[in-house]
């Protein structure tokens, strides 16, 4: 049972580069979530999706973008990466707004 | 910004001892949830609060969802090596949005 599974696991990037943080979960959840945890932070909400085809935006969505085509995937994206972006991200799902959220194992993303 | 206060943040105690963290906000929740953290993992869930006043426990642990709807808090009784890591509230306002708080780092000493 892979649960909620994100892929890459690390990456560098220049300032200025793009790229996608791939989301899945096979729990067949409806809420799918991004977070950015940073030292002293805790967990902040980026964006997150209430369903197959919706995203909403949540504490800090400056920067990035998302899409959820299918249920069981939720992208994110940088379009134009900032030092400021140095984080690790989380992806988490749940079955209901009120219940437990599984999470990934995180992506550590350096931007230099 | 951040709209949850957890404290302490950060606590090394002797293995044995009990442990208590807690979490305040000037926002009502309609959901408190506890969480730890590994090296290197994803939070998991320990212990999730749905009504005001609520106590709960699950092994070692217990905790409350304040009658306020405003705070809760986390005990964790004779504490053992493994129970190192961080522990994180969240709490779950009216939208679909789950705030957390900046975690409780807990050092167990042999």
């Known amino acids: 049972n892979a649960g909620v599974t994100q892929t890459p696991k690390f990456r560098v990037l220049k300032t200025g580069q793009s790229m996608t943080l791939l989301c899945a979960q096979d729990?067949?959840?409806?809420?799918m979530y991004w977070y950015r945890q940073d030292p002293g932070m805790g967990l902040r909400l980026i964006h997150y999706?209430?369903?197959?085809?919706?995203?909403a935006k949540g504490e800090v969505p400056d920067g990035y973008n998302v899409s959820r085509l299918k249920k069981q995937n939720f992208l994110l994206g940088l379009e134009s990466a900032a030092p400021s972006q140095t984080s690790v991200y989380f992806c988490?799902?749940?079955?209901?707004?009120?219940?437990?959220?599984?999470f990934g194992q995180g992506t550590r993303l350096t931007v230099v | 910004g951040q709209q949850l206060n957890q404290s302490p943040q950060s606590m090394f105690i002797q293995e044995g001892e009990d442990v208590s963290m807690n979490c305040t906000s000037s926002?009502?929740?309609?959901?408190w949830l506890w969480y730890k953290q590994d090296p290197g993992e994803g939070p998991v869930l320990l212990i999730a609060?749905?009504?005001?006043?609520e106590l709960t426990s699950n092994g070692r642990l217990t905790a409350q969802f304040g009658i306020t709807r405003k705070d809760s808090f986390l005990n964790i009784s004779a504490s053992i090596p493994s129970d190192v890591g961080i522990y994180f509230c969240?709490?779950?306002?009216?939208?679909?949005?789950?705030?957390f708080g900046a975690g409780t780092r807990l050092t167990v000493k042999p």
């Open positions: 969240a709490g779950q306002l009216g939208n679909n949005d789950m705030r």
């Open positions: 926002s009502i929740f309609n959901t």
């Open positions: 729990m067949n959840h409806e809420y």
């Open positions: 999706s209430v369903g197959e085809g919706t995203t």
């Open positions: 988490a799902s749940s079955w209901d707004r009120e219940g437990e959220a599984f």
């Open positions: 609060l749905y009504k005001a006043g």
